[in-house]
């Protein structure tokens, strides 16, 4: 399977990671990780492709769910900036009410592309303009019950941040504002964010293939790298471990939105993201042009 994408990986594997998360489903606390997946843009409901990585990691740490975030995850009904507005309401509603009903508990959130962004943006704060609305998640949250944070192909990746991981050298497309990355930072002990070069969206590349080749290049990486932190924050009673991911190649509920999101883009943005194609886990055929003019609003 060495030479597969990982949305071929998924077509024979996305249905069965799908059933077992969904089956996962209670209002008790983990006795292990709750790990919230936030899933990429055209996925269909639930976990993605990144829930078949969780998947492993609940079978590694007795007694984990998992629980898909519940939002749009759409590009233009309703439009990305509102699609990963209401992302960030679920995401922080979701760690809220967790670790308010279940105080000891160690959390994991992952996201993938646009949950990438959706999940920097929870905790960290916005993106910048026209993603700046978002203030970043209470950070005893974060040190308490936080342990991990994995992320692939994020829109507003930034280069040689304490926890950038992967070949990429350059800025996504919706590089991330100073004030975020100051934040971001401060997670380095417990966040990884995985870009290579040459993708579309956390590159600003052309090759389109590679932002669909994360779980399969990074996955082992990323499960070693998690089940090492929940590990270390056990045995040291705290939310933070010095465990290091390679830069190289039984219930939950679902995590429900809690209100609308950030204001639409403009009408004439709008109107050329609508032409914009979504094939499963992959964007196809999507001008960068376009997409950089989310940039200047």
Avoid: W
């Avoid at 990429?40 to 492993?56: I, K, W």
């Avoid at 740490?61 to 009904?77: C, E, N, R, W």
């Avoid at 995590?255 to 204001?263: D, F, L």
């Avoid at 094939?279 to 055929?285: A, C, E, I, N």
Wanted: with cysteine; glycine share 12%; charged share 15%.
């Amino acid at each position: 399977m060495r030479g597969l994408t990982t949305t071929a990986v998924a077509a024979a594997m996305l249905g069965a990671s799908g059933a077992a998360s969904a089956a996962q489903n209670s209002d008790t606390c983990a006795n292990g990780l709750h790990i919230i997946v936030a899933r990429g843009t055209g996925e269909r409901q639930g976990s993605g492709v990144t829930g078949l990585l969780a998947d492993r990691i609940a079978g590694q740490v007795q007694g984990s769910k998992v629980a898909p975030l519940d939002y749009p995850a759409s590009l233009t009904d309703p439009a990305y900036d509102v699609s990963v507005g209401d992302g960030v309401k679920a995401m922080q509603g979701a760690l809220d009410r967790y670790t308010a009903a279940c105080p000891d508990s160690k959390v994991v959130v992952m996201g993938y592309s646009q949950g990438a962004q959706v999940s920097m943006d929870a905790i960290c704060g916005g993106a910048g303009g026209v993603f700046d609305s978002a203030t970043p998640l209470a950070v005893n949250k974060v040190e308490n019950n936080i342990v991990a944070i994995v992320l692939f192909g994020d829109p507003t990746h930034r280069a040689n941040t304490t926890y950038d991981k992967g070949t990429s050298i350059r800025n996504g497309i919706f590089q991330r504002s100073n004030a975020s990355v100051e934040v971001c930072a401060k997670y380095a002990d417990r966040l990884v964010s995985y870009c290579d070069t040459g993708d579309t969206y956390c590159d600003a590349g052309k090759d389109k293939k590679v932002h669909g080749t994360y779980v399969q290049k990074y996955g082992d990486d990323s499960v070693k790298y998690i089940v090492a932190q929940y590990n270390a924050a056990t045995e040291n009673g705290g939310g933070t471990s010095t465990a290091a991911a390679s830069g190289t190649a039984t219930t939950a509920t679902t995590a429900a939105p809690t209100g609308s999101g950030s204001a639409a883009v403009s009408g004439t943005t709008r109107a050329a993201a609508s032409g914009l194609v979504v094939s499963g886990s992959l964007y196809l055929g999507v001008p960068l042009a376009v997409l950089a003019m989310f940039q200047a609003l």
